[in-house]
């Protein structure tokens, strides 16, 4: 049963403007999250995370937003750029294991 | 640091035969995973090693997935027999602690034929 939920498989936005890709989860216990980023043919990369403790952190153009009541969490990215086309994979933690969701695939236009 | 590393990059294989995925971790790193890629379960952990010990199994999906970690720097995933099912992308992943973000290899692309 997936626990952590991206409901977009895909998302298109201009280049200057702002990409938002959304996040659920359903197992409360979950006390750690984080944004992953992934080119074709590589790895994920770690991006941002936030604490359960926080609703918000920031990192240069990218923020990651946590609403805990709600269970959902966004990363927003400003100005989005061409080279931030890839797949973003939002993960859930407690204790060692990274829950992992299906992952957005964002193109970011010219 | 080189990062996490994995051989092969890529394994094509027949049906029934043994397959070996190889992982070295980073150095210091005492926490190791191996997760498997498809297009319907996403990125689902197979097992998880702290201290060369393994914690969770839970993950793997049938006695024909084994996975060692004989010392700190060395792991592998053996599938025996391989099956087409078993087609997907297998990361390695390491971490230096709890509650910060786990460094991934670039994955081994397995495909049975």
């Not at chain 2, 790193?29 to 090693?49: A, D, K, V």
């Not at chain 2, 992943?93 to 709890?98: E, K, L, P």
């Amino acid at each position: 049963d997936q626990q952590v939920k991206q409901n977009s498989p895909s998302l298109s936005v201009q280049e200057g403007r702002i990409s938002i890709l959304n996040c659920d989860y359903t197992n409360s216990m979950f006390d750690y999250f984080l944004w992953y980023k992934k080119y074709p043919a590589e790895g994920p990369t770690f991006l941002i995370s936030i604490s359960s403790i926080k609703d918000k952190n920031e990192d240069g153009r990218f923020t990651v937003f946590l609403n805990k009541s709600a269970k959902h969490l966004s990363l927003h990215i400003v100005p989005s750029q061409p080279g931030d086309s890839a797949v973003y994979f939002c993960a859930a933690q407690s204790g060692y294991a990274l829950n992992f969701g299906k992952g957005t695939s964002l193109l970011v236009t010219p | 640091d080189a990062g996490v590393i994995q051989s092969p990059r890529h394994e094509v294989t027949e049906m029934g035969q043994e397959v070996t995925l190889r992982c070295k971790p980073i150095s210091g790193h005492n926490s190791l995973f191996w997760y498997r890629q498809t297009m319907m379960r996403g990125l689902e952990l197979l097992i998880y090693f702290n201290n060369n010990v393994p914690i969770d199994d839970s993950g793997m999906p049938e006695d024909r997935f084994s996975a060692k970690m004989p010392n700190a720097s060395f792991s592998t995933l053996k599938i025996q027999p391989s099956e087409p099912r078993d087609s997907a992308v297998y990361f390695c992943a390491s971490s230096g602690q709890t509650y910060t973000e786990a460094f991934f290899g670039q994955g081994t692309r397995l495909t049975v034929v």
